[in-house]
């Protein structure tokens, strides 16, 4: 019996993970790949301590410092993935995909998210044929093209930023009135000469013959729809969590995020607690992750140990 299982690697399993060797809980951590989602980020500036540092930099230091608690108070399981979670008569069973298991007290789930997918007419088609959901593995194949960037969140300028090294011209299209990126990176982004920026707008397809060459967008107020020439479409629209593995076990929001209480992480159900981009917090970010699961660290000690 184990105190406490922590599914996930990125910023917010990891720090719990780093809690709990530190208050010697009998832990299992379990983990696909450390560092989480921003790995294939190209620069991370707004990590404290480290000005600057690429996203697999980034996913190699987290993964160190994990690494240095390893022992018998936690045990890592890397390159592993938790299937299932089924309440027991002491606590919970967690089953692995390809087998195994293990029985503990409490869990802790930093599953995280992955990317949304564009639904629209031609999305899938083109998907790796002009349709790219990241700029850091593929930026340097649409050199000199014209580029359209979707989404206008951190993670949409963020791409435009390293599209612009390469790309004759960008377009940043989004749904929203307004960008919701931060304002210095909007900035830096805007200023460039080669970006264009499109508000209000709707997808409607992507277009192309073997090979992307435009899509099409409607503009919300006044339905005229527009062709935009380009040969590559970078998507960042948005997350969808990984919470199948405890579905119906904790309340979940309609967008499928777990619902926890923000003073502690506790979920609804007693012994499972859940941190950083998997629940419902409204904002995402590593250093917000990080801080959820030293948080839930706190509490979870406190519950087994000194309540
Ligand atoms: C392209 C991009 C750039 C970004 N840039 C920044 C930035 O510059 N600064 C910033 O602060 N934030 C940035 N973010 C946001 C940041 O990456 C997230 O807020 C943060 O990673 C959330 O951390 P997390 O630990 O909650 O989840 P995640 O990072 O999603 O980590 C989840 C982990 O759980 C593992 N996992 C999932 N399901 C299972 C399972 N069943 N079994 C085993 N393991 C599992 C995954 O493999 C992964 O390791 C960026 C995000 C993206 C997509």
Not at 117 to 137: M, Q, S
Not at 139 to 158: D, E, K, M, W
Not at 254 to 272: L, P
Request: glycine letters at 12%; one cysteine or more.
């Amino acid at each position: 019996m184990y105190d406490l299982v922590i599914v996930g690697g990125g910023p917010a399993g990891a720090s719990a993970g780093v809690y709990a060797a530190r208050k010697k809980l009998k832990t299992i951590f379990i983990t696909k790949d450390f560092g989480g989602q921003s790995i294939v980020a190209h620069d991370i500036q707004n990590w404290l301590g480290v000005p600057s540092i690429s996203g697999g930099d980034f996913g190699k230091m987290v993964r160190e410092h994990v690494f240095s608690y390893a022992g018998d108070v936690l045990e890592i399981k890397e390159g592993k993935h938790a299937e299932s979670i089924k309440k027991t008569a002491d606590g919970f069973n967690v089953r692995m995909e390809g087998g195994g298991e293990y029985e503990t007290l409490t869990v802790l789930i930093c599953t995280g998210g992955k990317r949304r997918k564009l639904n629209v007419p031609g999305a899938d088609r083109f998907e790796h044929k002009g349709i790219t959901y990241c700029a850091t593995c593929d930026a340097p194949l649409f050199s000199g093209q014209n580029l359209a960037v979707i989404g206008g969140g951190n993670a949409g300028f963020g791409t435009a930023s390293q599209l612009i090294p390469y790309a004759d011209r960008i377009t940043i299209i989004d749904c929203g009135k307004q960008f919701m990126a931060d304002p210095l990176r909007m900035e830096e982004v805007l200023k460039d000469p080669k970006v264009n920026a499109v508000q209000n707008v709707d997808i409607k397809e992507i277009i192309g013959d073997k090979m992307v060459n435009g899509l099409i967008y409607e503009d919300k107020d006044t339905s005229e729809q527009t062709k935009l020439e380009v040969t590559g479409v970078f998507v960042e629209i948005g997350m969808i969590p990984a919470t199948d593995l405890v579905k119906g076990l904790v309340e979940q929001n309609e967008r499928g995020y777990i619902i926890v209480d923000h003073r502690n992480q506790r979920t609804s159900t007693e012994g499972i607690w859940a941190a950083g981009d998997c629940t419902d917090s409204l904002y995402k970010q590593n250093i917000i992750a990080a801080g959820a699961g030293a948080k839930a660290l706190e509490d979870i000690y406190h519950k087994l140990k000194l309540s």
